[in-house]
């Protein structure tokens, strides 16, 4: 089946501008994930949905960042004022609620100028 | 908190060589452990995983031992070819609350010459 999509796969953007970024998890997951690669590290958790939950946002790295998700389906992660250093690989994640397994999707790769 | 720390690479073997990615990890409870790949123009797929001590994962010829006492969860292949060039990432489950985030390292280039 279909697995996590996430668009735009590039985007170039002023510094100052406001971006939106969207992925459509696996249909059935119940769990999204937003994580952040930067340059030469490792990804850093930013958010993360369950269900009708309320969202887990310990990760999100100033009140720049925000993120919704409507029901189990598309999350969009919007970032205001961005910032170069904003500028990352931005990737989705689902899973099926209690598995463990995250299956991520092929990411979005923004570079604010 | 909770953190993993992988070797730096590039690691850079001949095909057919023995590959060795160490990793450790530090956590409170007992998470799960993962190892994700990132082949060259592809998402993030997970390799492996195991989820308590003495564990083994293994997939495609890869295998990885879930250590309690040393922390660790080295990724081993007794042969590498080309096509395992990638970047490979060790991960842990934390459980932040009732949140399952993946907690990685910084990845690890592997590259295998012909």
């Known amino acids: 089946g279909a697995g996590v999509s996430q668009s735009p796969s590039n985007k170039v953007t002023e510094k100052g501008k406001d971006v939106e970024l969207r992925c459509d998890p696996i249909s059935g997951h119940t769990a999204l994930y937003w994580y952040r690669q930067r340059l030469g590290q490792g990804l850093e958790f930013l958010i993360y949905f369950q269900g009708n939950s309320a969202p887990d946002k310990s990760g999100l790295p100033s009140d720049r960042f925000s993120a919704e998700r409507t029901g189990e389906s598309v999350s969009t992660l919007t970032i205001q004022r961005t910032q170069q250093e904003d500028s990352a690989v931005y990737l989705c994640?689902?899973?099926?609620?209690?598995?463990?397994?995250?299956?991520f999707g092929p990411g979005t790769r923004l570079t604010v100028t | 908190g909770d953190s993993v720390t992988q070797m730096e690479g590039p690691v850079t073997l001949s095909e057919e060589a023995f590959l060795t990615i160490n990793c450790t990890y530090t956590?409170?409870?007992?998470?799960?452990l993962f190892w994700y790949v990132q082949y060259p123009g592809e998402g993030l797929q997970l390799l492996l995983k195991?989820?308590?001590?003495?564990d083994k994962g293994s997939n495609k010829g890869f295998e990885a031992t879930y250590r309690k006492e040393t922390t660790s969860f080295h990724l081993e292949k007794g042969s590498v070819q080309v096509s395992d060039s990638a970047v490979y990432f060790c991960?842990?489950?934390?459980?932040?609350?009732?949140?399952?985030?993946?907690?990685f390292g910084t990845g690890t280039l592997l590259a295998v010459q012909p």
């Open positions: 991960a842990l489950n934390s459980y932040g609350g009732a949140t399952n985030k993946l907690i």
């Open positions: 956590a409170t409870g007992y998470p799960s």
């Open positions: 994640a689902s899973s099926p609620g209690t598995s463990h397994e995250q299956y």
């Open positions: 195991a989820t308590k001590a003495d």
